[in-house]
């Protein structure tokens, strides 16, 4: 079985500051891990992923991830945050190995962007 | 070369008529999931399936929920006697099903209103 913990529902930070959005892990196998990004009333965008290649991973927007397999972490961060980041952002995991790779998500986490 | 696509992008059905969703995959994608966005909650897997195929339904309700994916056409999620609790955004995504590359890509969901 696999989850995802996304602690806090609501993060806001200013204009040109870190983005620090967390995100723990479970599964008994292991995993992929993904971030997806929500804009109002569309679909998930990929942002980036993880794959057993690089723990450190960099993805679209300037945002990346570090896999922590000790802390079974896959936390994203941005050095500077803009305007256009305000969204809803998903962590996300699915198995490993096997056709099906069904994806289990955290309940999200809002991020605002003050000016 | 086009994304995933869903249709109708609102949908709104009066207790007790059905819904019927469409997501048709990209291009040389043969692997579609569904999945459900309540209010306030993550996305919750319901379905995967590939062509003429019903791989795993371990989300799906028991009852008044089906979903198919023909040989020729979209994928089609049906909701039979749709009751208030079934409003929601239900996306739907696509992969190539290749071992190690299951990324999935997602459409821009169908949102249903139940009056």
């Known amino acids: 079985a696999q989850s995802v913990t996304q602690l806090g529902s609501h993060v806001s930070v200013s204009e040109g500051a870190l983005v620090l959005l967390r995100c723990n892990y479970s599964?008994?196998?292991?995993?992929?891990l993904f971030w997806y990004v929500q804009y109002p009333n569309q679909g998930l965008q990929l942002l980036l992923k993880y794959t057993s290649a690089a723990t450190l991973v960099k993805g679209i927007n300037g945002f990346e991830a570090e896999f922590k397999k000790s802390e079974t972490s896959f936390h994203l961060t941005k050095p500077s945050a803009h305007m256009s980041d305000a969204a809803e952002y998903f962590c996300a995991v699915s198995p490993y190995t096997g056709a099906n790779s069904k994806l289990t998500f955290g309940k999200g986490i809002t991020l605002s962007v003050r000016p | 070369n086009a994304g995933v696509m869903q249709n109708p992008r609102h949908l709104v059905r009066r207790r007790g008529q059905e819904a019927r969703l469409r997501c048709s995959p990209m291009k040389g994608h043969s692997h579609v999931y569904w999945y459900r966005q309540l209010p306030e909650e993550g996305l919750k897997f319901m379905v995967y399936?590939?062509?003429?195929?019903?791989?795993?339904e371990s989300g799906m309700p028991k009852e008044r929920f089906s979903a198919e994916f023909p040989k020729e056409g979209p994928s089609i999620l049906r909701i039979q006697q749709v009751v208030r609790g079934d409003s929601a955004a239900y996306f739907c995504?696509?992969?190539?099903?290749?071992?190690?590359?299951?990324?999935?890509?997602f459409g821009p969901g169908t949102r249903l209103t139940v009056t």
């Open positions: 399936l590939q062509k003429e195929n019903i791989i795993d």
């Open positions: 995504a696509s992969s190539p099903g290749l071992a190690g590359l299951n990324e999935q890509y």
């Open positions: 599964s008994s196998v292991p995993p992929y």
